[in-house]
């Protein structure tokens, strides 16, 4: 390399003057042949560094250009650095640049730039700097702020730690500071050399930048319905999933969990059910890439940049066949221009189980058993009461169990468990190429014994801007997860659910102070097989094993300046395996319970879904003439989806040490294989026009084809339109200072549902393992006819109007949003009877209607400012769904809950016209049977009087203290023609209310989150306040049964619960208010932080679901452990939800 540095050393006079004469040369030939110094246009120079020195430039622009430079150091011993950012830049306008307000000045001569000092007349005071570190609000450095001096060309940015320097002519200047997101700030220097500065956050107002299909779009020019999250305040709730903290967070969005298992997934729905039989979920856009039903818990909360909520048909109508349900859209965080930044986020924490349930106390239950089984259960618990005829001596007798203390089956059932999760990333880049790459574990213990959930995560994503047409962008997510632990509620059998045991098991025994601990089944139950729960939770081997990648590719061409071509392509690749074994000392595995498990077994399943995206699409920007504003976007996608599964159950093991290994030695119950895999074909185009920024207007078309769907109905096609005007453009509305912007919205449009399966339209059969057909006096087995296709088959379809204000006041200190919407969804597919002549009972048709309508409302407010802060955000939506037809000639569709045998024939839900799609159906309850309904005969027996109907079970059987139910019809009697409606699981209105507050390096983030008006479907209570069976343990509130001595008219008498019936008794109100999330954070100064090299460092401690305020009786009001649109709100065994307290700490490098 050829650099002409000449020496600062002391030389001799003569070579002095000789290199003086030397350089006076070079400045006359160069002044000679100056015009050649057009020639330097043709070079480019690319380059982008912070804080770099004169020389070092030099040496960048030589290795780039091939230009030498002739300078001494000793001329660039004033200079100061600066920070640069060229892309593809003649080389004379970096040189301009570079040397603007530095000692120096440059001349160039062929390939040879000299450099000499600025004349005395130019030099501007270097000596002036000014200097500081720039932080937010919360005391975090903010790397990338620009620092420009008011009147001048001087800039600076800050560096990674927020410091920044900038050289001034005078101390008598102002500097502005300004950077995306934040409010800018002049700040007078007044003769200050350090100016430490706090941008705060803009406030949120119309001027925000919203995700949407496609694109983006400013929100004062949105014209749709759309949600944001505030991603800050969801990752301050210590959860696995961005789902788990989305409850109560945005209007119009409802979340709800079947139960507490870690790793379960969440039920999202928006602006209500709009489907009866099928899918009710949302569709998930994840950086570009649209899924349905995708694993949630494969994206790390904390790598999310922004979500944005579609809910009305102009937002959602460009996703067409599958945006009926909403569509949530989810961007993960880049690389920015930059040194690299390390990011470590860690906490620590414990969790507990709310709410423990109150079982009887021994005296209560062998109480509850002498009154159940007499002479028997005192012959077991109290052989010396006197009563008996031939009494123990010194046996035990009722006394005896009011003070022994018995055995408290949930403390060993549920624990604290322990929960913790780590994330590292490094972000980065320059103004070519940006990265970012992440890592995470989370790692869950459950709040039940051998249950929990771990996951690993990893994130890469890599943005090259290749020249100035060209940009690529890469990202790739993966995750592989472990769910482990029986579900509570998953088995269909009452007395098989793990809390069926934990609950019922009894706490004494009577027999020489033994406990059961040590036993597996209790040997004075048969009828229902009860198992020690904490023996068959030890055994139990459930595990779910996810792993799942998305990655995807973007490539970005600017044709023009005005129209861009983006193609992008993507696989989503998942590979679920669930496996089951169960041990001799399990329930399931015991060769002496339930007859069909026959000892030990397992299964194991494996499912691979695999999806393909291409999605081209031309996207259009033009202003004309400073007040049209034209965008549009043109496009071609087409989606394969496939999935293949493949399984093996088996029993009566040989070998049970061998666990799943040993499957293939078992006597085999069911082998599983299949396979399927859909296409959809799109073309969707959307155009916004705006006049002024004060008329918008927007227009969207899409037309999808699918393979699920026979010839003729393969293809639909679903427009939208909408309009908004902002109303503070208009002059009439510049005098109203108080309002800062507003907005009127409306919006009209079509959308599908086409979540059905796969060649539904097609006839079906089956080859069931068992023997279905006789020949020759022997079974044997065929194929079985199972589903008689339809080729009219076409999508569910939604149309949706809505109207909306976007408002704010006093300088956006508070803004407010309204929403009305109105939809009506049609050809819902439903079963329809067929006559008995074609073989089958029924067969799915395009036939019913449902509507949903409501009202959204969002508050968010600025409450206080300075160093005391305070901001809230409320949120409440009112939603009323109605069955608006049903197939021909019917007026009403019931439900039956798989849960217990005895319970399987009857329908506690129940859909009519013009009522919601789930609403809870049985018997009015009216208290229990006092001696007042009797008439007392001669023998001292109890005679039901003629005018009091019975309650099902036979006017002779009824006695007083048994459960009593409403004779409707008044035909003296209760059968199932005196069913009616009992409750209604849904909510009438639910919201969130969040606050956060600040001072110094204080920060705290108090969330609230309600559901009113929803009823729950409380099945506990009919096991275990009533059950007829003997040495079930049964809750504490049943010890006030009735009695003769006690006629409570709430909880009937032993063996008095009547025949098996749902009713109002079990119906609960299930509203509550809960404190979700509290979050209290400290951010360490950064004065402190520059001693130990660290940007950024905040410890916090976080609390999830601190106290629920409820009058729901069971273990958590938020619960549906059947959780469909026909069967919401029914509660039991549910995995308990947990309380959880953590300790952690961010830190930035």
Not at 270 to 286: A, C, E, F, H, M
Not at 784 to 799: C, F, I, K, M, Q
Request: with cysteine; glycine share 8%; charged share 20%.
């Amino acid at each position: 390399m050829k650099f002409y540095t000449l020496t600062v050393c002391r030389t001799p006079v003569g070579i002095h003057k000789y290199l003086l004469v030397m350089k006076l040369v070079f400045v006359l030939i160069i002044t000679v042949f100056l015009q050649n110094s057009l020639a330097v246009n043709a070079q480019k120079v690319t380059l982008a560094e912070r804080n770099i020195s004169l020389d070092q430039i030099f040496i960048r622009i030589k290795a780039q250009t091939g230009y030498d430079f002739l300078y001494t150091k000793e001329m660039l011993r004033k200079s100061h650095p600066i920070n640069v950012n060229f892309s593809n830049t003649p080389l004379n306008e970096v040189l301009n640049y570079c040397f603007n307000n530095q000692p120096v000045v440059y001349k160039i001569s062929d390939n040879l730039i000299v450099v000499i000092r600025r004349p005395e007349s130019q030099v501007i005071a270097q000596n002036l700097e000014v200097k500081g570190t720039i932080t937010d609000d919360k005391n975090r450095p903010l790397p990338g702020v620009t620092v420009r001096l008011k009147d001048g060309n001087l800039t600076s940015i800050s560096d990674a730690k927020g410091n920044y320097l900038i050289k001034s002519p005078d101390l008598k200047r102002s500097l502005t500071f300004s950077f995306i997101g934040f409010e800018t700030q002049e700040i007078p220097i007044n003769g200050r050399n350090t100016i430490n500065v706090v941008l705060r956050q803009k406030s949120t107002d119309l001027s925000d930048i919203v995700v949407i299909g496609y694109g983006t779009v400013a929100k004062s020019d949105l014209t749709g319905a759309v949600g944001q999250v505030k991603i800050e305040d969801l990752n301050k709730a210590p959860v696995r999933s961005f789902e788990e903290a989305l409850a109560g967070r945005t209007a119009g969005v409802q979340v709800s969990s079947p139960e507490g298992q870690p790793g379960a997934a969440s039920n999202i729905v928006i602006r209500g059910n709009n489907s009866i039989t099928q899918d009710n979920s949302p569709l998930y856009v994840i950086d570009g890439f649209p899924i349905e039903n995708p694993n949630n818990n494969m994206i790390n909360p904390s790598e999310i940049a922004t979500i944005s909520i579609l809910k009305d048909a102009s937002a959602t109508a460009i996703y067409g066949a599958r945006g009926a349900n909403g569509v949530i859209i989810i961007t993960t965080k880049k690389g920015k221009q930059g040194p690299p930044i390390v990011a470590y986020d860690n906490y620590f924490g414990i969790q507990q189980n709310i709410n423990k349930m109150k079982m009887m106390n021994p005296y209560d239950f062998v109480k509850l058993q002498i009154d159940l089984i007499g002479p028997t259960a005192q012959t077991i618990y109290t052989p010396g009461d006197p009563s008996l005829a031939n009494p123990q001596a010194g046996g035990r007798t009722l006394d005896y169990y009011k003070t022994t203390e018995g055995t408290d089956w949930q403390s060993q059932i549920f624990r604290n468990a322990a929960m913790q999760n780590h994330n590292l990333s490094v972000r980065g880049g320059t103004d070519k190429t940006k990265y970012s790459l992440s890592g995470s574990a989370f790692l869950q213990d459950g709040i039940i014994i051998n249950s929990g959930y771990d996951r690993y995560q990893g994130r890469f994503n890599l943005e090259q801007t290749i020249n100035d047409k060209l940009r690529i962008n890469v990202n790739v997510n993966y995750s592989a997860s472990k769910t482990f632990g029986t579900l509570p509620s998953s088995s269909g059998s009452m007395s098989y659910g793990l809390l069926y045991s934990t609950w019922g098991f009894r706490p004494v025994t009577g027999e020489n102070e033994s406990d059961l601990a040590d036993s597996s089944l209790d040997p004075n139950i048969t009828s229902d097989y009860r198992y020690n729960p904490v023996l068959s939770a030890k055994n139990e081997k459930v595990m779910s094993e996810d792993k799942t990648m998305i990655s995807s590719g973007i490539i970005d061409y600017k044709i023009t300046k005005d129209l861009i071509l983006k193609v992008t392509g993507g696989i989503y690749s998942r590979t679920l395996e669930n496996s089951t074994f169960y041990n001799s000392q399990t329930k399931y595995g015991d060769f002496r319970t339930y007859p069909g498990t026959n000892g030990p077994n397992g299964s194991i399943d494996n499912f691979e879904i695999t999806n393909y995206t291409n999605e081209n699409t031309l996207n259009y920007n033009k202003v004309f003439n400073k007040i049209h504003t034209v965008s549009a976007v043109a496009g071609y996608t087409i989606q394969h989806a496939k999935s293949a599964n493949h399984g093996l159950t088996a029993n009566q093991l040989p070998n049970e040490s061998l666990g799943l290994d040993g499957l293939s030695q078992g006597i085999p119950l069911a082998i599983r294989t299949g396979s399927t895999g859909n296409y959809l074909e799109s073309y969707l185009a959307r155009v916004n026009y705006g006049y002024k920024s004060k008329y918008l207007f927007t227009a969207s078309f899409r037309a999808d084809g699918s393979s699920k769907f026979a010839d003729g109905h393969k293809w639909g096609y679903f427009p939208s339109a909408a309009f908004a005007w902002n109303v503070m453009k208009e002059t009439f509305m510049k005098k109203i200072t108080v309002i800062s912007d507003a907005k009127l919205r409306t919006s009209y449009g079509v959308t599908g549902n086409n979540r059905v399966n796969d060649f539904a339209y097609l006839s079906r059969i089956t080859f069931p393992i068992i023997n279905n057909y006789s020949f020759a006096n022997a079974f044997v087995t065929g194929a079985v006819p199972s589903t008689l296709g339809n080729t009219d088959l076409r999508w569910e379809t939604t149309a949706q109007f809505d109207a909306g204000l976007d408002i704010s006041f006093f300088k956006n200190r508070i803004s407010a949003s309204v929403d009305y919407y109105n939809k009506r969804t049609y050809d819902l597919l439903l079963n329809a009877q067929l006559p008995a002549s074609s073989g089958y009972t029924t067969a799915f048709k395009n036939i019913g209607k449902v509507g949903n309508s409501g009202w959204e409302f969002e508050l968010n407010t600025k409450n206080l400012t300075g160093k005391f802060s305070w901001g809230s955000s409320f949120n409440i939506s009112f939603n009323r769904n109605k069955v608006l037809a049903l197939t021909k000639d019917q007026e009403s569709l019931t439900t039956a809950i798989g849960w217990e045998t005895s319970y399987n024939n009857l329908f506690p839900y129940i859909a009519q016209l013009n009522a919601p799609i789930a609403q809870f159906f049985g018997y009015k309850w009216t208290g229990v049977y006092q001696y007042s309904d009797f008439n007392k005969m001669p023998n001292g027996s109890y005679v039901l009087k003629s005018t009091v109907p019975d309650n099902g079970s036979g006017r002779a059987v009824v006695q007083p203290g048994d459960i009593k139910y409403a004779d409707l019809n008044n035909d003296g009697t209760v059968n199932t023609l005196d069913r009616t409606i009992i409750g209604n699981p849904n909510p009438k209105f639910t919201g969130g209310f969040s606050n956060n507050f600040a001072y110094k390096n204080f920060d705290l983030n108090v969330f609230f989150q309600w559901s009113y008006g929803n009823d729950i479907l409380n099945a506990n209570r009919l096991v275990f306040e009533g059950s007829k069976s003997p040495g079930l343990n049964m809750f504490e509130t049943y010890a006030d049964r009735w009695t003769a001595n006690n006629p409570s008219n709430t909880y009937f008498r032993t063996n008095g619960n009547g025949p098996y019936a749902y009713s109002s008794r079990i119906i609960e109100d299930g509203s509550f208010l809960r404190l979700k999330t509290v979050s209290l954070g400290y951010s360490i100064p950064s004065a402190l932080l520059k001693k130990i090299s660290l940007m950024a460092l905040r410890f916090n401690v976080s609390a999830q679901n601190l106290i629920t305020w409820t009058n729901y009786s069971g273990s958590d009001p938020e619960v549906s452990t059947r959780n469909t649109a026909l069967t919401p709100g029914f509660d039991y065994s549910a995995y308990p939800r947990a309380r959880t307290i953590v300790f952690g700490l961010n830190a930035t490098f």
